[in-house]
C-alpha cells in the first residue's frame, strides 16, 4: 500500500500501485470521485439556489451554469427543496 493525497479534499488515505496504474487511486472515496465529475464544481448554496429561482426559471438558472434546467432540479431536490413554488 501507498499513501496518497486525494486530488479533492486533500485527505491523505492509502491505495494500491497497481490502482495508480489503471488510473485510478487519485480520490480518497467514492463521493471525491463523485464530485470531481461534476460539471459544475461550485454549486450555488441552497439559499443562492433560492434566490436564483424566485426571479428565474429552471431553464434561465441552468444557463447560468452551463447546465440545463432538469440539473437545477436535480439541484433543488438535493437541498430538498419544494419544487411546486417555483415556475
Ligand atoms: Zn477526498
Not at 17 to 44: I, Q
Amino acid at each position: 500500500m501507498i499513501t496518497r493525497q486525494c486530488l479533492l479534499c486533500s485527505k491523505g488515505f492509502l491505495t494500491y500501485p497497481c490502482r495508480l496504474r489503471r488510473g485510478d487511486g487519485k480520490y480518497c472515496s467514492s463521493t471525491c470521485a463523485d464530485k470531481s465529475r461534476r460539471k459544475v464544481k461550485e454549486r450555488p448554496t441552497k439559499d443562492e439556489l433560492v434566490a436564483l429561482l424566485d426571479y428565474h426559471t429552471f431553464a434561465e438558472t441552468g444557463k447560468m451554469f452551463g447546465v440545463t434546467g432538469r440539473t437545477i432540479k436535480n439541484w433543488a431536490k438535493s437541498y430538498d427543496l419544494d419544487l411546486t413554488i417555483f415556475c
